[in-house]
């Protein structure tokens, strides 16, 4: 087998420019795999659990650390690219770039999770450059982020082992099955379908209340994708298959109806267009048909279409033609129809699997059932940490008088714990908390306040605790935010089914 020199790094004590015979084909195996292992993991496929892949989620919780919520001024893209790829995504701004703008997008996202400031791009063309967008989280990202400071995921070491990120986000919605994924890694590609978020969220409560709920039942609930740019479903026999086993194809129309343009001519008015398709595209191709003359009844075909009142392509049809016939044509020749392939491809527990609409909801399910253990624990654990102080702080200020004059007289603040918790009885904990407070606060201290906080943290440890007593109880919680995002988000559907 043919060798080849390598040059590898010095040790200390060691001549610099070693060289070393490898075997060539073991080398490149071993490099090829670690760069599939390195796009797999690290770069194309999202996580099942919150449904991004990693430069999503660390872009969003460095937004998040930056402070750049909704309630805040949006700020220049390039400062949070600089930001995430300096501390968390060291794989070129372009990359980082390219999704931040695909996240604010209404035309990609089903449910924006970035709320961009000035041109984002269209189906057409792309965005401006990084230094003239600016952007902040969008409210629905915030159910993305928020809670994980209370334990509720865990964290590993950035790439160069200096601060900590997230490892998956808390994700309060299934935001996989709601704005989909596509990416390209070695070996396999994930291609999944934007859908509603209310028919989720149903099908989601559903199997938290029925585990053995059969895929028609999901169906009813979920009966195919939504995508933020409308259509119709036409030959969606392919629908079932890709919920069923995570693969499947159908297709999807434009949306169009038939008006009177002018005193003495028809016209079709596209209004919708297939995902990813843009007008462009359309008016380009039946330009094309119709000066190749494989579509008959055309005189002209305008592109009214903006960024206010989105897609309108108009096709106006010379006499003696019928307009419905023409459409006809040009579903078959254009990519006024164009079919959509799912390929359900996802991490779980680290590992690519193509994973059927029962599949991934159980994932984000058994997620969000982890998540608020977590977060009910450390929240119990936080208030019973307070109100183990306020307690103390109640018998403090019994005869506060008598705290001063023996912190007083201390030498210093070993023999002032000391004499506290021997005359007070209080834990060392509380003692440290008193001893650290100014003097004028704590002389303006109320007892009637003290007791009304102790109240308020004893319910909210009582409500914990009956939270985490059984997974059941778990469930309804998880259930219950449901609803309430439900109810706050969720918008009716964009795409209509044919049957």
Do not use: W
């Not at 961009?116 to 989280?137: I, Q, V, W």
């Not at 996989?176 to 989601?204: D, Y």
């Not at 079919?339 to 969000?368: C, E, M, W, Y």
């Amino acid at each position: 087998m043919a060798k080849t020199p390598k040059v590898v790094a010095p040790k200390a004590g060691e001549n610099p420019g070693r060289i070393i015979d490898i075997d060539v084909a073991s080398e490149m195996s071993e490099s090829f795999l670690e760069y599939a292992y390195s796009v797999i993991y690290s770069r194309a496929l999202p996580d099942a659990r919150d449904g991004l892949k990693p430069v999503q989620r660390r872009i969003l919780h460095q937004m998040n650390e930056m402070g750049l919520r909704p309630d805040k001024g949006h700020v220049k893209c390039a400062r949070v690219v600089g930001d995430v790829m300096g501390k968390l995504h060291p794989h070129g701004d372009g990359a980082i770039y390219d999704a931040m703008v695909r996240m604010a997008q209404s035309f990609s996202m089903r449910l924006p999770l970035i709320d961009g400031h000035g041109n984002f791009g269209s189906l057409d063309s792309g965005p401006a450059a990084m230094r003239y967008t600016e952007s902040r989280l969008a409210l629905s990202a915030m159910m993305m982020v928020d809670e994980s400071d209370e334990d509720t995921v865990n964290f590993g070491s950035n790439y160069d082992g200096q601060i900590l990120e997230p490892q998956v986000l808390p994700a309060a919605f299934p935001n996989l099955l709601v704005n989909g994924a596509t990416g390209i890694a070695v070996g396999m590609a994930t291609n999944m379908a934007p859908h509603n978020l209310g028919e989720v969220i149903a099908a989601a409560k559903l199997l938290m209340e029925n585990p053995k709920a059969t895929l028609k039942q999901l169906m009813k609930l979920v009966p195919g994708p939504d995508f933020p740019t409308g259509g119709y479903l036409v030959a969606t026999e392919g629908i079932s298959d890709a919920y069923a086993n995570g693969r499947g194809s159908f297709k999807v129309r434009a949306t169009t109806v038939f008006e009177k343009i002018s005193s003495r001519k028809q016209g079709i008015i596209i209004t919708e267009l297939p995902y990813n398709i843009g007008p462009e595209k359309i008016v380009e191709k039946i330009a094309d048909l119709v000066k190749a003359k494989k579509v008959q009844g055309i005189s002209d075909i305008v592109d009214l279409s903006d960024g206010q009142s989105g897609t309108k392509v108009v096709v106006e049809i010379k006499n003696g033609y019928e307009p419905a016939e023409v459409l006809e044509n040009l579903y078959r020749l254009t990519p006024m129809e164009d079919a959509f392939s799912i390929n359900a491809v996802a991490l779980v527990d680290g590992k690519p699997l193509t994973l059927g609409l029962k599949d991934l909801l159980q994932v984000f399910i058994d997620h969000r059932i982890e998540v608020v253990k977590r977060r009910s624990a450390f929240r119990k654990a936080k208030a019973q940490s307070r109100l183990n102080l306020v307690d103390g702080l109640l018998k403090a200020i019994v005869d506060i008088d008598k705290v001063i004059k023996i912190i007083r007289a201390s030498e210093d603040a070993t023999i002032a714990k000391a004499g506290l918790i021997k005359t007070f009885k209080l834990s060392d904990e509380q003692v440290t908390y008193i001893l650290d407070m100014p003097l004028r606060r704590l002389t303006k201290m109320s007892k009637i306040e003290l007791e009304s906080e102790a109240k308020e943290l004893k319910a909210t440890i009582s409500s914990l605790t009956a939270i985490l007593k059984t997974e059941e109880s778990i469930k309804a919680k998880v259930s219950e935010e449901l609803s309430e995002i439900e109810k706050k988000y969720a918008s009716p559907r964009r795409t209509r089914l044919v049957a």
